[in-house]
């Protein structure tokens, strides 16, 4: 029998992930990865280090959710020629668990409680 996986106790984070176009969002669900801002590297590593995270995808300006993945593997140094706008920083792992757009309306009674209560979007 197989033992359980060390990641399956710890404790689960969730991000939102706004990207500025559909294409890096069609890009993540065919190849598995996503890549980010540098600034936002250090805070993706630590929870990847020391919980399960879970990455909620919206489109700048949508209006909507475009699904949600599990971050895989840490960001590493090695870039991505798949996107193609300067000033991300390393690629990771993503594996895509939905593939939906959902209307912000669906989910404004969660409230984010790192971010004033404001309105999870």
Known sequence: SKSPSPRQYMPVRYFIMKSS?????????????WSTTPSNERKLNGAFWESVVYLIFSVQGSGHFQGFARMCSSIGCEKSQD???AGFGGVFKVEWIRKESIPFQFAH????????NKKVQ
């Open 21 to 33: 176009n559909f294409q890096n969002i069609d890009i993540s669900q065919q190849k598995g990865i």
């Open 83 to 85: 996107w193609g706008s």
């Open 109 to 116: 009674h969660l409230l984010n409680p790192w971010n004033d």
